[in-house]
């Protein structure tokens, strides 16, 4: 299983708010290694929406909010749209393991 | 930048699996990039294998679970960079991507992804 913790599935009404939780633990996110979140439509490789625990990549909407607190992080999307509905995931490094490490990714469904 | 990945899409068990990333607007020595391979599998998600950069000199660092096996060479004449993966098997099947790790901003971008099948 994956270094890194994540709900296997998340939904929401359009225009509702979804939070997706990343838990680690404290040689990964625990410590001073930031947090990235991609979003992964079906078909298409990974790309990058959230870097450094809460900044939004280049042309990623506002609607994305990133956040990381102990050993945990967060990825919140308000106001849902169909076009969100994918697979997000997310990333740390972890010093034990000397490796970067992701989480088992999270199915979100737009109802 | 934009990464354009080739290589088979089949390999037999126990021969060597091997992909190249063509990299286009960036450098592969570039001072501030590592470049990496990452798989994907519905058994493992997203697994990162190893990466190589430039600092002065070349480095490389590899997943631990794969350090026997993985080989990842940079070509500055192409600027590309080439994954070998080893004694493969079918738990070795996924598709797999090369991505840049920039400026500590997260894997971004990533190369178009190849599913690799282990079977004869």
């Known amino acids: 299983q994956s270094v890194l913790t994540q709900p296997p599935s998340v939904s929401g009404a359009p225009g509702q708010s979804v939070t997706i939780s990343c838990t680690g633990n404290?040689?990964?996110?625990?410590?001073?290694?930031?947090v990235h979140w991609y979003q992964q439509l079906p078909g298409t490789a990974p790309k990058l929406l959230i870097y450094g625990n809460s900044n939004r990549a280049s042309g990623v909407p506002g609607r994305f909010y990133g956040s990381k607190s102990g050993t945990s992080a967060s990825l919140a999307i308000t106001g849902l749209q169909a076009e969100d509905e994918a697979d997000y995931h997310c990333?740390?490094?972890?010093?034990?393991?000397?490796?970067?490490?992701f989480g088992g990714g999270t199915k979100l469904t737009v109802l | 930048v934009q990464l354009q990945q080739s290589g088979p899409g089949v390999v037999m068990p126990s021969q060597t699996l091997s992909l190249t990333c063509a990299i286009s607007g960036d450098s592969v020595s570039s001072n501030s990039a590592a470049w990496n391979w990452i798989r994907q599998s519905p058994s493992r998600g997203l697994e990162w294998l190893g990466r190589?950069?430039?600092?002065?000199?070349?480095?490389?660092d590899y997943a631990v679970s794969l350090k026997s096996r993985i080989t990842i060479n940079p070509d500055t004449s192409k600027n590309q960079f080439t994954l070998h993966l080893n004694s493969v098997t079918p738990e070795d099947t996924a598709v797999y991507y090369c991505a840049r790790y920039y400026g500590g901003k997260g894997f971004d971008p990533w190369g178009q992804g190849t599913l690799v099948t282990v079977s004869s």
């Open positions: 404290g040689s990964n996110i625990g410590t001073i290694y930031d």
């Open positions: 190589t950069y430039y600092r002065s000199r070349w480095y490389n």
């Open positions: 990333q740390s490094y972890d010093s034990r393991l000397s490796a970067w490490v």
